[in-house]
C-alpha cells in the first residue's frame, strides 16, 4: 500500500474513532438526565404523599378531641322512653303505687321494715339511682319529702335501709303504660318537654278504653338528661 493512501486510511479510522467516543458521551449524558429526573420526582411525590399524611392525622386528632370534649348530645325520643321506663319503675314499684322488698317483720314492734331489695342496700344507693332518673331537687323530695313534707317513705336506721309502711299504701292507678309513644314537644339547648300516650280504662258499668297523656319535661344536668318530676 503506498504511503499517501495509508495515510487517508488512518485518518479516516481516527475520525470514526472520534465520532464513536462523541455518540457515547452524549448516551450517557442522555442517560443521566434520563435517571435523574424520575428520582427528582419520587423525592417530591414523597414528600408531598407525608404532607397529606401528617394533615390528614392532623384532621384525626382534631375529630377526635372534638368528640372527647364533652359536648352535650342532644336528647332523642328514644332516650326519653327509657328515661320513662324508669319514671314507671320508680312509680309502680318503689313509691307512689308499690315498695321495695322488705322483711316481714317490724323493728322494734314499730311500723318500719328492713328493706331486703338486693339492689338497695342504703340511702345513698336509693339516691344513686334516683339521680340517673331525675334531677337533683326531684330525687331529694323523693327521698325526704315524700309522701309528704317533712315525712320519708324510706330512711336508714341501724346502718340499714328501711321502709316506714305507715307511709305506704297505693291508690287507685287505671293507666296502662304497655307500648306507650313519646313525642317531642319543644326542645332547645338544656331542656325538652315531651308527651307520652298510653291508654286509660276506668272502673264502669261499661268501661271504656280511652288515650291517656302524661306531658312532662327533661332537662340537661351534671352531664345527662334526666327528668324533671316524677310522672303518672
Same mark, same amino acid.
Given at each position: 500500500?503506498?504511503?499517501? %493512501?495509508?495515510?487517508?486510511?488512518?485518518?479516516?479510522?481516527?475520525?470514526?474513532?472520534? =465520532?464513536?467516543?462523541?455518540? =457515547?458521551?452524549?448516551?450517557?449524558?442522555?442517560?443521566?438526565? +434520563?435517571?435523574?429526573?424520575?428520582?427528582?420526582?419520587?423525592?417530591?411525590?414523597?414528600?408531598?404523599? %407525608?404532607?397529606?399524611?401528617? @394533615?390528614?392525622?392532623?384532621?384525626?386528632?382534631? +375529630?377526635?378531641?372534638?368528640?372527647?370534649?364533652? @359536648?352535650?348530645?342532644?336528647? +332523642?325520643?328514644?332516650?326519653?322512653?327509657? !328515661?320513662?321506663?324508669?319514671? $314507671?319503675?320508680?312509680? $309502680? *314499684?318503689?313509691?307512689?303505687?308499690?315498695?321495695?322488698?322488705?322483711?316481714?317483720?317490724?323493728?322494734?314492734?314499730?311500723?318500719?321494715?328492713?328493706?331486703?331489695?338486693?339492689?338497695? %342496700?342504703? $340511702?345513698?344507693? !336509693?339516691?344513686?339511682? $334516683?339521680?340517673?332518673? *331525675? +334531677?337533683?331537687?326531684?330525687?331529694?323530695?323523693?327521698?325526704? @319529702? *315524700?309522701?309528704?313534707?317533712? @315525712?320519708?317513705?324510706?330512711?336508714? %336506721?341501724?346502718?340499714?335501709?328501711?321502709?316506714?309502711?305507715?307511709?305506704?299504701?297505693?291508690?287507685?292507678?287505671?293507666?296502662?303504660?304497655?307500648?306507650?309513644?313519646?313525642?317531642?314537644?319543644?326542645?332547645?339547648?338544656?331542656?325538652?318537654?315531651? !308527651?307520652?300516650?298510653?291508654?286509660? /280504662?276506668?272502673?264502669?258499668?261499661?268501661?271504656?278504653? /280511652?288515650?291517656?297523656?302524661?306531658?312532662?319535661?327533661?332537662?340537661?344536668?351534671?352531664?345527662?338528661?334526666?327528668?324533671?318530676?316524677?310522672?303518672?
Amino acid at each position: 500500500m503506498k504511503k499517501n %493512501q495509508w495515510m487517508k486510511l488512518r485518518s479516516a479510522m481516527m475520525g470514526l474513532a472520534i =465520532c464513536s467516543v462523541m455518540l =457515547c458521551g452524549c448516551n450517557t449524558n442522555g442517560n443521566s438526565q +434520563t435517571e435523574g429526573n424520575p428520582s427528582d420526582s419520587d423525592s417530591e411525590t414523597e414528600i408531598a404523599t %407525608q404532607e397529606q399524611t401528617n @394533615q390528614g392525622n392532623d384532621g384525626d386528632v382534631s +375529630t377526635e378531641a372534638g368528640s372527647e370534649s364533652g @359536648q352535650k348530645e342532644a336528647i +332523642t325520643e328514644a332516650e326519653l322512653s327509657r !328515661l320513662f321506663e324508669e319514671n $314507671l319503675n320508680c312509680m $309502680l *314499684y318503689i313509691f307512689e303505687l308499690g315498695d321495695l322488698s322488705h322483711e316481714e317483720e317490724p323493728m322494734d314492734g314499730d311500723m318500719i321494715y328492713r328493706v331486703t331489695d338486693d339492689e338497695f %342496700q342504703s $340511702l345513698a344507693d !336509693l339516691e344513686e339511682y $334516683l339521680l340517673t332518673v *331525675y +334531677t337533683k331537687e326531684e330525687a331529694d323530695r323523693l327521698l325526704y @319529702q *315524700y309522701p309528704y313534707e317533712d @315525712q320519708s317513705k324510706y330512711l336508714e %336506721q341501724d346502718g340499714v335501709l328501711c321502709i316506714n309502711m305507715a307511709l305506704s299504701g297505693g291508690k287507685g292507678y287505671y293507666v296502662d303504660w304497655t307500648d306507650f309513644e313519646v313525642r317531642i314537644k319543644t326542645i332547645d339547648e338544656d331542656r325538652c318537654t315531651f !308527651l307520652v300516650k298510653g291508654t286509660i /280504662e276506668e272502673p264502669a258499668d261499661e268501661p271504656i278504653l /280511652e288515650e291517656y297523656y302524661s306531658e312532662g319535661a327533661a332537662v340537661y344536668e351534671n352531664g345527662h338528661w334526666v327528668l324533671e318530676e316524677m310522672m303518672y
